[in-house]
């Protein structure tokens, strides 16, 4: 049995077989019951993009306030990441396991506490730590999400979904940043992880009241670890999850190498204050949004691979205008803030799509843990290549080098896609 959802909205399920012959649970078409789904699912989504996008117009306060390099500083960032990777590989199966409630619950629990923590932290060292622990139970909001989806769509539906639900973790990152450089005019860089354990509060009351529990009890798997690792290994050997899992993965790197670097090179390179640095990041942000909306708009005009394919090369092309435009000396805000904001409109077409082929391409019973490995390998390769952009002789990232790192990024995702796309139609043709 389902439970109820607030205002009298309630869950209705309808069992059919699934490509794989997995039984999947929908939802009725009850704009209402979809709606909070989205917010709900959208809140605990954009957990983890506000944990790693509100403080970023902080940087320069945070390393001076600690005594810190600014690559010191922008450990924090990477350290949230790997956190965040790591801790989807061990949320995920367990949700498999246990529910998509119990983990979501206890991650977002100690996600507000490291909150808090973060705020005191006496060293750069401190942050580092308590963000990497800030990451592993922020985690449980992606992971799970995607796994709630898996559990009720499929196919064009579960893109549609997800493009909607783009519609409100795209908040979290456009308004992460302008709400940080506002913040940061009432008090210090410590009020901003205090509104992060704010909001982490909020998610848990979210899941309390608001989130049935979609994995009956019949459907999950037991706790076999070598079984885990028979899965993991089913899951990297799969073509049809892995291919769509390092596409995604190196997309992000891209976005997330622009993430780490632009707030200082807007702000020491092009001149722009905190506030316009975060006024940049959310118009570009606005970028994304519009793209997961044309994606979900073109649902049913266009295949999703073309969907997909189409986001990847106009990526390319937006990050090598923006790379032109470092090697040409003369660069500066407005059309820098231009082409990155076309390439925030392609990620709105890579997103959803490629999300969606890897998590549709196997069984609910391994929707957490295929989750799990997605999400895993797009922060450890998103947070591992960013990290090159920093690599220069000056030891802070440039305009050019965070370009060359973005634009290597987005050749090699559309490459894999390309290589991938070539050998399901060899194999369909066979």
């Known amino acids: 049995m389902t439970q109820a959802l607030p205002s009298r909205v309630r869950w209705s399920r309808r069992v059919r077989g699934g490509p794989t012959g997995a039984v999947v649970a929908e939802l009725p078409r009850s704009r209402r019951a979809v709606a909070l789904l989205v917010f709900v699912l959208g809140a605990l989504s954009a957990v983890g993009p506000l944990a790693t996008d509100l403080y970023l117009p902080a940087f320069p306060q945070i390393a001076a306030d600690l005594g810190a390099s600014e690559s010191g500083i922008q450990l924090t960032l990477t350290s949230v990441m790997v956190g965040m990777a ?149 899951l990297v050997r799969d073509g049809r999850f892995l291919g769509p899992a390092v596409t995604l993965g190196l997309n992000f790197a891209m976005t997330f190498t622009y993430v780490s670097a632009f707030s200082f090179v807007s702000q020491e390179e092009l001149g722009a204050s905190a506030q316009e640095f975060a006024l940049v990041f959310g118009v570009n942000t606005v970028g994304m949004v519009l793209g997961t909306q044309a994606n979900a708009w073109l649902i049913g005009r266009m295949e999703l691979s073309r969907r997909l394919l189409a986001g990847l090369l106009g990526s390319v092309v937006s990050v090598g205008a923006l790379l032109v435009l470092g090697l040409s000396g003369h660069a500066s805000l407005v059309p820098v803030m231009g082409a990155l904001f076309v390439m925030m409109v392609c990620t709105g077409f890579v997103s959803p799509n490629a999300t969606t082929l890897a998590v549709s391409s196997q069984p609910v019973s391994l929707a957490g843990t295929g989750s799990a490995l997605l999400g895993t390998l797009q922060f450890a390769v998103g947070g591992g290549l960013a990290v090159l952009a920093g690599l220069t002789g000056s030891g802070s990232a440039s305009l050019v080098s965070m370009a060359v790192v973005m634009l290597g990024a987005s050749v090699a995702a559309a490459v894999v896609f390309v290589v991938v796309m070539a050998r399901g139609h060899a194999r369909s043709v066979a």
Do not use: H
Not at 170 to 195: N, S, T
Not at 200 to 206: C, E, I, T
């Open 86 to 234: 790591l801790g989807q590989l061990v949320v995920g199966p367990l949700s498999d396991v246990w529910g998509r409630r119990p983990p979501l619950l206890v991650g977002i629990g100690v996600f507000t506490v490291a909150s808090v923590l973060c705020a005191v932290a006496p060293s750069a060292g401190a942050l580092v730590v308590l963000r990497f622990v800030q990451g592993v139970a922020g985690a449980a909001g992606a992971v799970v999400s995607r796994a709630v989806v898996r559990d009720l769509f499929e196919g064009d539906a579960a893109a549609r979904f997800f493009s909607r639900l783009m519609l409100v973790v795209g908040l979290a990152p456009m308004l992460g940043p302008v709400l940080g450089g506002q913040l940061l005019l009432l008090g210090p860089w410590q009020l901003l992880f205090g509104v992060l354990a704010a909001a982490g509060a909020l998610g848990f009351v979210l899941v309390l009241v608001a989130l049935p529990e979609t994995l009956p009890v019949g459907r999950r798997r037991g706790l076999d670890v070598v079984a885990l690792g028979r899965s993991f290994g089913g």
